[in-house]
């Protein structure tokens, strides 16, 4: 098969660079890249995308490789029928990883077509890092990174306000954007980048939040195969998604007319509140995911359509969302019924494997957003802690440990977590790991040993977990609780 690049598919030419994407990963390219896809497609929109490696380890040479380009494979059911979709994604035009290259990186604020940056990081990406300095190359952060690019910018067009830019963070964070603003006005401040550059940035640049939407369980390596033969090319980045997607954007009438989607048959909403999109999705979606996810591999599922296929799984996730997460939500029940069935068919979507261990990635940060709310609503709402949630926060902790049964688990997050943890665990005292996970306000942004009956709870999951595994832990433990 002939090697993906643009010389043999005849796609030469590039677009203008347009947008600074922050991620290469799946999400991405699954999801933002396919959206500015479609608008160059039907709004003639003509915006070429610069990726930025977010740490010192990616694909962008694998995208380089392939001169940006890659295949996305969607999938899925709508109201009944069947649908399956090839796209050849060919809208980055560079790749560039300010860790091995860190003047490549900066020359990007000096492209004249820039307009915007986007990024999805995870919800551990959008962090103040206190030992960023402005000389690094790079600083380690995100926002640290973005300020530094923005620094350079503002100094080679001298403050030029036209040159000011929108920024669209995605990572699933509440307040994505604003919190993304506040961290780079602290860096001007820590690094004395002045007063001029500051108000350039309030003033010049436009910060939007967002919300995202759409399951993507990126490489289908136990069907790539199938995958394969329907190309003439060799891709090493396919990209497979449902095609489901839902993108909720803050923002008014200038956003509207700076991105044209209703020229297109894409689901993005720009609107003046995104908040009972996001709490709803965050909440359902995500937080079921994330619940999952240790839960059910503990168990012996590996996919998410195993984990609600299964009686005892699918149950306990199902009485999770259902009896326990909508009962915290203030909104109209039957909608949230309604968006919750619809939650379950994708999970249920034939055509997509969502491997459990692509979602566990900093599964601490995840947990904190999309399931502890709902933990802490719940018992504020009735007096008590969920039984399922609760027992899915004591998983996630057992999880953390490492190993199960002698194998290796698919932990990813920061060394210092994964680290942590490992010493948390060293004692191997059920009491003693709850009480020292819960206590950790880093993690949690409370002291969760201080929530009634909590620690005892996960104590005694963590105990029934290890005697009994997961189904008959569960049986014993919801008997107490």
Known sequence: MKKLNRANLGLEAKRPIKIVQFGEGNFLRAFIDYAFQELNKKANFNAGIAVVQPIDRGLVKMLNDQDGLYTLFMKGVKKG???????????????????????????LAKEESLEFVISNTTEAGIAYVSSDTANMQPPSSFPAKLTVLLHERFKHFNGDASKGLTIIPCELINHNSETLKEIILKYISDWNLGDDFKNWILESNAFHSTLVDRIVPGYPKDEIEEYNAQLDYADNLIVAAEVFLLWVIEGGDDLKAKLPFDKTDLDVKIVDDMQPYRTRKVRILNGAHTAMVPFSYLYGNRTVKQSVDNDFTGKFINEAVFNEIIDTLEMDRNELNSFADEIFDRFRNPFIIHNLSSIALNSISKFTVRVLPSLLGYVDVHGKIPTNLTFAFAC??????????????????????????????????????????????????????????????????????????????????????
């Open 81 to 107: 029928k069947e649908i399956q979709e090839v796209e050849l994604i060919d809208n980055i035009v560079k790749a560039v990883d300010p860790y091995a290259d860190f003047s490549d990186y900066l020359s």
């Open 396 to 481: 996630l902790i057992r999880f953390y440990k490492g190993t199960w049964n002698g194998e290796t688990l698919p932990v990813q997050d920061g060394d210092d977590i994964v680290a942590n943890f490992a010493k948390i665990w060293e004692s191997n005292d059920f009491d003693k790991v709850a009480n020292q996970a819960l206590s950790i306000e880093e993690y949690w942004g409370q002291d969760l040993t201080k929530v009634a009956n909590l620690t005892d709870a996960v104590a005694l999951a963590l105990k029934e977990i290890e005697a009994n595994g997961i189904e008959e832990g569960f049986a014993n433990y919801s008997k107490t609780y």
